[in-house]
């Protein structure tokens, strides 16, 4: 297992465990030393004492100010700083995809950004100045001895997402999208979301065209950056999941598919839980599904037994706050052996379908409070102390900024389901595979927000996605194992003239 796999560490002092660390190696800026992986993408671009570092994958969108083939991304983005400010980097990030964070230093200031979703994790230190992709890189050098919930919550080990950008220890925050982080006073300013969408009136075709057409430019980069290795997707019998198969459609035989179900399933067991039926019903959708799959294809059965050393767990748990799915991570690195690999998740398609909206409440903040409720049932804080921590949050985060056709539950999802959970899904298999969601730009979030609410809840959108890239796949239950011919056809035969 690899340590910090795809990281790095931003310091203006020298950090000995990193030193020590065979697999970093460390980059001279002014003033701060940067410590990253050696597979860990760096652009670096320096004008006099000012300099701009980008890390990770940055996929440009034909749509924006900086082109798919251009050789150094840092030196455009710092090409647009110099004349426009913050704000020229900001609107050239609103057509950039990927997995990755940007640190820049003009003025004096140190300035922070990550991709739109927040999938590269951004953790940092306010006291020390110090920015980081892991929470353990920072959490060892505080001192801190006792992590703490500060509003009480009694399920502490739940997802981390309802506590917005605050972590178990006090000295150490998280960067949420579409935020800059500015050092050394530690303020996070909202940058995105501010302006009128520029899709609500766009005819709906011509939006099903752009983001299809996004999401190939997307996936063409990738093929582009390791064309020897197979492009990884894992697949279940969902929505999103659906959305990403389509998309491979022209791209079968270069990918390695995977599913991972429950040892019932390899057993013919009856289902016990709620999990094992989930996995189930996926598996044999799948299966349904076989022609239409890449051949190159894996079923992961969880392990019965433990698949972990005692050295493999330690390393897991310093690269992700929580654990996600562990047993799995070797299972993993058996199918893609070159840590070099790219894998497509179907993560945060689901923006387009009103994840938390509720249209029966017609205000804004009941909405909200419908998602403070949630939270309070699954960490089980203090209620007056969670209520009062929530609108602060709120407050803090400038909701008041947004503009008028901003729905407030999508940005509390974008902001912080995905930064504080699904960022950290991807540092767990970081180890093997770097993980991309191919709808990870702002541009295409816009796109997938736009249509009215009442038809976003009933995911028109995304399944006229699917229809648009691979029709077929439509044919097939979504969670379901009832295809479109028992639920439709069927009934229409045999009700007779």
Known sequence: MRLYARGFFLSPTSITFLEELDHYRCIELTDYRLYADTITEIGIARDGDDWLVTIGKLLPLSTGDIPATSKDIADELLRLLQPNGLQGVETA????????????????KLYAYHDAAGHRTVYFNTDQRFVASHFDMLDRLTGEQEYSCPVGSKNTRTSPDGLWDVTENPYIKALLPNHRLALPDGTQTRFGLRSANPYTKVAWQEKIELVHRLWHEQLQQLFELHPKLPLGVSLSGGLDSRTVLAHMRPYLDNL?????????VKTGAKPTSFWQRTMTTDHNILGQMADHLPQDFYVLV?????NLTEDDNEVLARNAIRNHGRP???????????????????????????I?????????????AAILEEVVRRRRPSLKAYTKFFWAKVEEFQYESLHDDVEYTDVYHWENRSSRWYAEIANETDTVFDSIVPVNARRIYQILTSPNANVRRGAQ??????????????????????????????QQLTEGP
Request: charge should be positive; proline fraction near 6%.
């Open 302 to 306: 969880k392990p019965s037994a433990p």
């Open 256 to 264: 390695r598919a995977f599913t991972y179900t429950a040892a019932n």
């Open 93 to 108: 990030l609103y057509d950039i995809g990927g997995r990755h964070a940007i640190i820049l230093k003009t003025g004096g």
């Open 328 to 354: 799995y991570v070797p299972m993993y690195k058996d199918l893609f052996p070159d840590i070099n690999s790219i894998h497509v998740r179907g993560n945060f398609v689901e923006m387009g379908r009103l």
């Open 356 to 368: 938390r909206g509720n249209t029966a409440l017609p205000e804004q903040r009941d909405r909200l």
């Open 461 to 490: 959108f995304q399944t006229d996605l699917i229809h648009r890239a691979w029709p077929e796949l439509l044919a097939y239950g979504i969670n379901s194992e009832e295809d479109l011919y028992t639920t439709t056809l069927r």
